[in-house]
């Protein structure tokens, strides 16, 4: 059996619990076996992991983790894991799952390897999976041998396929356990979608020459229905808040679509962006490092070019 | 206040990375070896201040062989006090925890303090197995550590925002951007580095069951179309039509 921890962070799956579930039930076909999603804590439609690949959903209502705690989380995770004889644990490589995986692992004397990125091949003894590595420099296949594997899904790695009905919800418990760690409070923006899981991200560099020039990124994002995200000095001159910082020292992303506004395209931005599907690249100087790296290009002056391409893109929704 | 700084040596950003013939090992002829940065810029940073703060011992340990002793004495030179290598190459995250708790189980250390993750591997995996060893909390990804007495207040980063959490020590964290600022050792730091005690220690053994077998370089561009700058209804068009990502 494969199991899924399908993460519900304050209440609620996001993308990464869809995109996980749809892994979990592609891993189960290819070895032959059931998927089954868990989930902790309560949370709004759990049964709606059946339209993702779930064949069941396993429910544990404890109030014990209406918080995120790695300790008893991994717990409740590797006991159910056991008790149902899972053969592979996927998780998702979120804050959530990185602060997992690593302890599942341990509890479950599995190999494990984090941010995988495609569908594994081999069978039930040894399964053999991809992920990117030197950030994004190379792609690694891993061997795992152990009778548990753990593995944790990269963001946008796959897309989530809701084709099934929705599964029953059953309510199991866990040993009893009490975490340590007290969460005072969580601050996050509301009504974005955050950089991990944005499909279309916009972002823009020194290009810009100030904060004061940003509007036309806003609304060519709001155009695209698309995050915002900037370079690191933007960053650091906080022209920008640092969550949008994007590259080696801020965050990793791998979008669909990139559109880089005036960023030259250094090594260690390049590390946080280059899985990204497709990249844009606008900048006036021809030989911007960034232009190597990237799908499509505009050399020109973007002052110019960003309100055009807004007004190519709202013409484009109008008609479609 | 004894603190642990699990410090690993990585490729720097900027080499060029290439595998042997058949691809089943990292070519380090030629690359350049620093201290992850996450390693050395935040945790390592933020345990010397609170050291200099509140007193106690800084320990720096690496699992790696001899030759990783100048990213060693390095970590000594930014502020550590002590240091300790545990002598074998790291095979992987669940053979580096493991050799890390065996280690640390003993010590007793009130944080112990990791990377939010190796530029090599991209992992975020050995502090969450070494915490589990040790039946530790963790907090990973932390962006700021503020201590009172014995507890704790940290913001870790998540999707799109931060989570406050307190906890008592002794406890495991993973540091990210934000935690300290990068620190360049001065001259006194260099010359007092070579003092101070650099200790080596047997590696136990264990089995990793998840091992990287074949090393690929991503797939080649097709090289970038470009669009005049007049001619953005193309652009669009192209990523409706061709790239199919709107
Ligand atoms: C250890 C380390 C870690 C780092 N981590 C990160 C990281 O995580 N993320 C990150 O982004 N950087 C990181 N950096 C910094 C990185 O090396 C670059 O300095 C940085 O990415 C440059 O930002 P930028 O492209 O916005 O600015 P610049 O390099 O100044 O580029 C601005 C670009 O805008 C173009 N431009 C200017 N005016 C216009 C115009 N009117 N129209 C069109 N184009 C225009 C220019 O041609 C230029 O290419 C790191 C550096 C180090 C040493
Ligand atoms: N060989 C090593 N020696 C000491 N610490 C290490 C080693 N490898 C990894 N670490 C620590 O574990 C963190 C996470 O590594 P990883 O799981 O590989 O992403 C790093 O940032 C280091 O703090």
Redesign the pocket.
């Known amino acids: 059996m494969v199991l899924v921890f399908a993460e519900s962070p304050r209440g609620q799956f996001k993308k990464a619990a869809f995109e996980a579930v749809t892994y979990g039930k592609k891993v189960a076909d290819m070895l032959g076996t059931t998927c089954v999603a868990l989930t902790l804590g309560s949370v709004k439609d759990a049964g709606e992991l059946g339209r993702y690949g779930a064949s069941r959903v396993l429910h544990v209502a404890d109030a014990a983790f209406e918080h995120f705690d790695s300790q008893t989380y991994a717990a409740a995770i590797s006991e159910v894991a056991k008790n149902n004889n899972a053969s592979v644990v996927v998780l998702s490589h979120t804050s959530t799952g990185k602060s997992l995986a690593g302890r599942v692992a341990v509890r479950l004397n599995a190999g494990l390897v984090s941010g995988v990125n495609s569908l594994p091949t081999g069978n039930e003894s040894t399964l053999r999976v991809k992920k990117s590595v030197f950030s994004g420099k190379a792609i690694a296949e891993y061997e795992i041998t152990s009778a548990v594997k753990v593995v944790s899904l990269m963001g946008n790695a796959v897309k989530p396929e809701s084709t099934g009905s929705p599964a029953s919800v059953e309510t199991v418990s866990v040993a009893s356990a009490k975490g340590r760690i007290r969460v005072k409070s969580v601050k996050t923006q509301e009504g974005i979608v955050p950089l991990p899981e944005a499909e279309i991200v916009v972002s823009a560099?020194?290009?810009m020459k100030g904060p004061e020039n940003w509007a036309m990124v806003e609304e060519l994002a709001t155009t695209l229905g698309a995050t915002t995200a900037c370079?690191?000095?933007?960053a650091d001159a906080h022209w920008r808040p640092h969550h949008e910082?994007?590259?080696?020292?801020?965050i990793a992303i791998r979008p669909n679509l990139y559109i880089a506004i005036?960023?030259?395209g250094?090594i260690?931005?390049l590390a946080?962006v280059n899985n990204s599907k497709v990249i844009v690249v606008?900048?006036?100087?021809p030989e911007?490092p960034f232009f190597k790296a990237a799908d499509y290009g505009v050399v020109g002056?973007?002052?110019e070019v960003v309100p055009r391409l807004n007004e190519a893109f709202k013409k484009f929704k109008a008609a479609h | 206040m004894k603190l642990l700084v699990c410090i690993s040596q990585t490729p720097d950003?900027t080499s060029k990375i290439s595998f042997n013939a058949d691809g089943t090992e990292f070519n380090a002829g030629g690359v350049q070896f620093i201290m992850n940065?996450y390693d050395e810029w935040y945790a390592l940073v933020r345990a010397c201040e609170l050291r200099e703060a509140l007193g106690g011992t800084v320990v720096a340990l690496n699992v790696g062989p001899a030759a990783n002793e100048t990213t060693i004495r390095k970590a000594l030179a930014i502020g550590a006090d002590e240091a300790v290598r545990i002598d074998c190459e790291p095979k992987g995250a669940g053979f580096v925890a493991k050799q890390i708790a065996e280690y640390a189980r003993a010590e007793n250390f009130d944080i112990i303090f990791f990377g939010k993750e190796t530029i090599d591997h991209n992992g975020s995996e050995v502090g969450a197995m070494v915490a589990e060893h040790l039946d530790s909390p963790y907090v990973s990804y932390a962006s700021k550590l503020e201590l009172n007495g014995s507890t704790a207040t940290l913001e870790r980063d998540i999707e799109g925002g931060v989570e406050v959490v307190e906890i008592d020590l002794p406890f495991v964290l993973s540091a990210a951007k934000g935690m300290a600022e990068q620190r360049i050792p001065n001259m006194r730091g260099i010359m007092t580095a070579r003092s101070k005690p650099l200790k080596e220690v047997p590696a136990v053994a264990f089995e990793d069951a998840a091992k990287a077998v074949q090393f690929n370089l991503p797939p080649a561009k097709a090289g970038v179309k470009l669009v005049q700058p007049d001619q953005m209804d193309e652009l669009v068009r192209l990523l409706h039509e061709e790239a199919k990502v709107i």
């Open positions: 560099g020194r290009g370079s690191r000095p933007v910082h994007v590259g080696q020292t801020g005036g960023i030259s250094a260690q931005h946080g606008i900048n006036k100087d911007a002056d973007l002052f | 950003t940065p």
